[in-house]
């Protein structure tokens, strides 16, 4: 009796709720300009051993002292170096990120009706100030070598070499770059590695003569057996949480990390009404908790479907147009084209990392895995109008009912104390005839989060009355 | 009252011993404990219906198989224990694929055979044959994350010792092997943090793998020494593997390489043939 209509959707403002900054490379000021990496996006392109990065730059500082440091495996050519348009970052966010989903239900005493809405919530974008800056040579006796440069977009590009942490970490400082006082142990190890360094500032004259009033996002391509993110680099300016945000595009399914657990974020969960105004709120505090159950070192999944130009479906429902041909050729995906292209698999994880719970850098692969996956919470709506039928008052039941599960889902999630649930779970009871409109009490408190303790007390009941039934067996034969 | 607690301390003795004597009983709580953790805790996507597709083809195909070759009924218990073993590693959305991953594993049991002993670990064979062969299934090294699941696992490796079962020598060869070799490279060579090291150590994958796939006493080197020298070479195996090739599972790989070799040192190293129950 509960025809459901129809859907609505809203976008998870929950990412534009959270502070919006860096990547992870690190991001050096210069002079007493202070920053946080706070969050970060980065596209991955991963077919074969051809991977493409690209880096989103939401740095909000002066346009001169922005810099950035990002290992890389192989020295890179200039054809592989570009710069994209901002826009596709908000676009793939839109996509893909959580939604909000809006149900209504039928007047089970009238005839149906249908509803459709559809919004969106902007992103702001970061707005930097002009000013310039160039490179100093390169020094041999620091053992570091200038490998290629290359002016690309507003950036001037360097590809470092060195032989060791110390004389890189002079070089940097000597060309002001503000480094932390702990960064030369984390550059040795990259050395070591045989990784180069991709060292950007901005090319000042080239970016007064682009018309945009923030920086592009630089997108490198390479092939290299590695399939990794450097995150430790970003973590020596900062010993605090950092968020970022992984777009993965792949030829055959998801992406997952190796190094840590790839989670599902809680997904299909009802939820109340009054959530709606405050969603970006409820996702940052659900994903908040989410990640401390999970001992703060997990990666989340937000997003997995196929989204190739044949695929029919491609989320239920959409929060925002999806992906085509020229968003996949911005972000790399080369392979993508025609109506009987290949597979083209979209991964969005959201990780948020710290020193002490992600001592290793995130490395991935690519898994056969095309199962879907969406951070979906739905709303329903109840019905209006004359209830006084039978199924009218059934219906006003199984409603008190549900929005106590509701409320129930709301604290399980996000341990947020409703105040006013008592109302929002009896906001209809004085339309019930009968003397049986009271608010109903579970057996068990809380039910969403107990699953797992009931599945123990079931094992350990059935181990009881096992035991039992064996003792008055032996009992009565002896 | 006392009579009754005389009558349950008998009982929990004839259990206790009828336990002990079969390894594979240990291995079966163990690992059946483990999966219900990841499923419990972890909310790992342990669909039931995978774990009981692999669990009825692998008893079937041995039922199959045992008939076939005449092994013991008991054999059951191996097959289950491949079953876990597999339901713990190994992920396909194919059902299909899980099926075969099952059916290859136990049947390589008894179609590849030298000298009366069949020479992979039915899991490590399956999980590799459904991964090169059907590009549908894949095995998550990071699912099990870093954290309690150590202390479980140490937990185990003590039991196994204590319970004088498995083979714990092959265990501490690979493990110790591994953990000399990434020392020296992620900390002497590379210079990471501790943490860094201690961090793919308690790796949950590693773990399981270290303490319950090549611990299988039949495709095991019977001879002790041999069993060391064995342990240590896959642990070289996996550590170029995945320090050069990139390769995140590769001890699964090295074992499958490695398994073929145990002929070899049964050959030239003798040893008592291991007998499940004791």
């Not at chain 1, 025809?3 to 609505?8: A, G, H, L, P, S």
């Not at chain 1, 054809?79 to 348009?85: G, K, L, M, T």
Request: charged share 20%.
């Amino acid at each position: 009796m509960k025809t459901k209509i129809f859907i609505i959707t809203l976008l998870a403002s929950a990412l534009s709720a959270l502070q919006v900054h860096a990547f992870c490379g690190f991001y050096v000021a210069k002079a007493d300009t202070k920053l946080f990496n706070n969050k970060s996006e980065v596209i991955l392109v991963r077919d074969g051993d051809r991977t493409v990065i690209t880096m989103s730059n939401d740095f909000k500082g002066t346009v001169k002292d922005f810099a950035m440091v990002v290992p890389v495996p192989v020295v890179l050519q200039e054809s592989q170096i570009r710069v994209v348009n901002r826009r596709i970052f908000d676009f793939l966010d839109a996509y893909s990120g959580p939604r909000l989903v809006e149900y209504y239900d039928s007047n089970p005493c009238q005839p149906v009706f249908e509803v459709e809405e559809y919004s969106r919530v902007a992103l702001t974008e970061a707005v930097a100030e002009n000013s310039s800056m160039k490179f100093l040579a390169d020094d041999a006796d620091l053992g570091v070598k200038v490998e290629a440069e290359y002016t690309v977009g507003e950036y001037n590009i360097l590809l470092l070499s060195a032989t060791e942490s110390k004389g890189l970490k002079t070089w940097l400082i000597k060309n002001e770059y503000k480094i932390p006082a702990t960064a030369d142990e984390v550059l040795e190890p990259y050395i070591k590695s045989e990784m180069k360094f991709f060292v950007v500032k901005v090319n000042l004259e080239n970016y007064l003569k682009s018309d945009t009033d923030y920086l592009s996002p630089i997108q490198i391509e390479f092939n290299h057996d590695r399939f990794m993110l450097p995150i430790r680099l970003g973590m020596a300016n900062s010993n605090g949480e950092q968020d970022m945000i992984v777009y993965a595009f792949t030829r055959s399914g998801r992406i997952e990390c190796t190094n840590y657990r790839t989670v599902k974020i809680p997904t299909d969960r009802n939820i109340p009404l009054f959530v709606e105004p405050k969603f970006g709120e409820f996702y940052k505090t659900l994903f908040q908790k989410s990640y401390e159950q999970n001992g703060k070192r997990a990666v989340f999944l937000e997003y997995a479907w196929d989204v190739s130009t044949g695929s029919q479906v491609k989320c239920d429902p959409c929060v925002g147009p999806p992906p085509v041909q020229r968003e996949f050729q911005e972000a790399g995906v080369n392979w993508a084209g025609g109506w009987n292209g290949e597979t083209v698999f979209f991964t969005r994880l959201h990780v948020r990392y710290s020193r002490s719970k992600f001592p290793q850098d995130l490395t991935f692969q690519v898994t056969p895995n095309r199962e879907r996956f969406q951070g979906r919470y739905i709303l329903t709506h109840p019905a209006s109008g004359d209830f006084s039928c039978d199924a009218g008052q059934e219906y006003l039941r199984d409603l008190q009912n549900r929005r106590r599960k509701e409320i129930d889902e709301l604290i399980a999630l996000t341990d947020w104390n409703a105040r006013h649930s008592y109302n929002y779970i009896n906001e209809f009871s004085n339309r019930l005839e009968d003397e049986k409109n009271e608010f109903p009490i579970g057996l068990l408190p809380n039910g969403g989060g107990s699953t797992p303790g009931l599945i123990l007390l079931l094992i350990s009941a059935l181990g009881v009355g096992w035991w039992t039934a064996r003792l008055i067996r032996e009992r009565s034969m002896a | 009252m006392s009579a009754l607690m005389l009558k349950f301390q008998q009982s929990l003795q004839v259990w206790g011993s009828v336990f002990i004597k079969d390894a594979r009983h240990f291995q079966i709580f163990y690992l059946g404990a483990f999966l219900l953790f990841g499923i419990i805790f972890l909310d790992l996507q342990s669909e039931l219906s995978r774990i009981l597709l692999f669990l009825l083809t692998c008893i079937i195909t041995q039922l199959i198989g045992a008939a076939w070759r005449g092994a013991s009924p008991s054999s059951w218990k191996s097959a289950t224990i491949t079953a876990l073993g597999l339901s713990l590693l190994l992920y396909s959305s194919n059902f299909w694929v899980i099926i075969f991953a099952a059916f290859v594993a136990m049947a390589s049991k008894f179609l590849i055979r030298f000298q009366g002993k069949h020479i992979f670990n039915p899991g490590n064979f399956g999980i590799i044959a459904a991964i090169a062969l059907t590009g549908e299934a894949w095995v998550s090294p990071g699912q099990w994350g870093s954290d309690i699941i150590l202390v479980y696992f140490f937990g185990a490796a003590a039991l196994m010792v204590l319970l004088k079962v498995g083979r714990i020598d092959t265990s501490l060869s690979f493990i110790i092997t591994l953990f000399i070799l990434e020392y020296f490279r992620t900390i002497v060579y590379l210079g990471w943090d501790w943490d860094v090291l201690f961090h793919k150590f308690s790796n949950g994958s590693l773990l399981l793998f270290t303490f319950f796939m090549i611990t299988d006493p039949v495709t095991t080197p019977k001879n002790k020494k041999a069993r060391i020298i064995w342990g240590a070479m896959i642990a070289v195996l996996a550590f170029g593997l995945s320090q050069w090739f990139y390769i995140y599972t590769a001890p699964i790989w090295a074992l499958f390489f490695a398994a073929p070799l145990t002929a070899l040192f049964n050959h030239y190293m003798k040893g008592k043939t291991f007998q499940w129950i004791q």
